[in-house]
């Protein structure tokens, strides 16, 4: 059997004097750690102190400098206003223009324009388009072509003369049924017959003169020629071609002009109208007294007592 012949207490007092010195030592370090960080905060604080300082004259300008900014803006809204409804019309003057040379690529060769014009509609715009075309091929081929322009809603049209072959009821004439165009006679069944209505519709196949060709006259718009077609186009499409409306912002910003002093511009004149001598001004507008001479004699004075009559 072993024993321990230790004291307990033995061991209990090493471990005491250990944890004193522990405790004394993590004090120590606590202490050193704040005055560290005390005196870091400080220097730091010290320095942003630093930065306000300078920082708050600058930024003192600034708002200064901003305040007088927005006075001036206050005090100059209408010419600010009416400079933005300047660059606003200058800025629509090319929106026409620039919605027909976009669509001039989508126009095709066959289709003779006559005129265009653009009217808007909210945030749409209807184009409306004459001209004239041949067949009726190029009136179905115009449609399509014109709905590959972007932003295209709807395309409508009006107008072609249709020229349609059609197969007539029989008459007494007619016992065949001849297949005829729109306008033309009934073809009678006898040759001779035949020759004759053929004479009778004959037309001349020269310059005929028709739609404003070979006239000189301004302004010269050339309308269809013999079996085209006069029609309309009219296309909606997305783009806003509104205008501002200078009358009722021009009448918006006649309270934000400037009051003009007339009391100050005038000189201060406030009495009625009266009589100005030739020596100046009378701002007050009592008529100086003039020398009449009376009849017969010179007018009398301190140094010529007048002679009259």
Do not use: H
Not at 71 to 90: F, Q, T, V
Not at 246 to 266: F, G, R
């Amino acid at each position: 059997m072993k024993l321990n012949l230790v004291p307990t207490t033995v061991n209990r007092e090493g471990r005491s004097r250990a944890a004193v010195f522990v405790a004394i030592v993590a004090a120590a370090a606590g202490v050193a750690g704040m005055v560290f960080m005390k005196s870091k905060s400080e220097g730091f604080v010290t320095a942003q102190n630093k930065r306000i300082e300078d920082a708050t004259p600058i930024a003192q300008r600034a708002v200064t400098y901003v305040e007088a900014a927005n006075k001036l803006i206050d005090d100059n809204k209408g010419l600010i206003l009416n400079a933005e409804l300047a660059a606003s019309m200058a800025k629509q003057c090319d929106k026409y223009p620039d919605l027909f040379n976009d669509l001039k690529p989508y126009i095709p060769g066959f289709f003779r324009v006559t005129a265009m014009s653009a009217t808007p509609n909210g945030d749409s715009t209807q184009i409306n388009l004459s001209g004239v075309i041949k067949t009726q091929q190029q009136y179905a081929d115009l449609m399509l072509a014109l709905l590959r322009f972007p932003d295209v809603v709807s395309v409508g049209r009006t107008g072609f003369n249709f020229q349609n072959n059609t197969v007539p009821a029989l008459t007494p004439q007619d016992q065949a049924g001849r297949i005829q165009k729109p306008g033309d006679p009934t073809w009678p069944d006898d040759p001779l017959d035949r020759l004759d209505a053929e004479i009778a519709r004959a037309r001349s196949t020269g310059f005929q003169n028709q739609g404003n060709f070979g006239t000189t006259n301004e302004p010269i718009v050339r309308g269809a020629m013999p079996d085209w077609s006069a029609i309309n186009v009219a296309l909606i499409v997305k783009r806003d071609l509104q205008a501002p409306d200078p009358l009722t912002a021009v009448k918006s910003t006649q309270s934000m002009w400037p009051k003009v002093d007339l009391t100050s511009a005038t000189g201060g004149a406030t009495g009625s109208t009266g009589t100005t001598g030739t020596g100046g001004a009378n701002p007050t507008g009592t008529p100086k007294p003039t020398n009449v001479q009376p009849a017969g004699g010179n007018p009398k004075s301190a140094n010529n007592p007048g002679t009259g009559n």
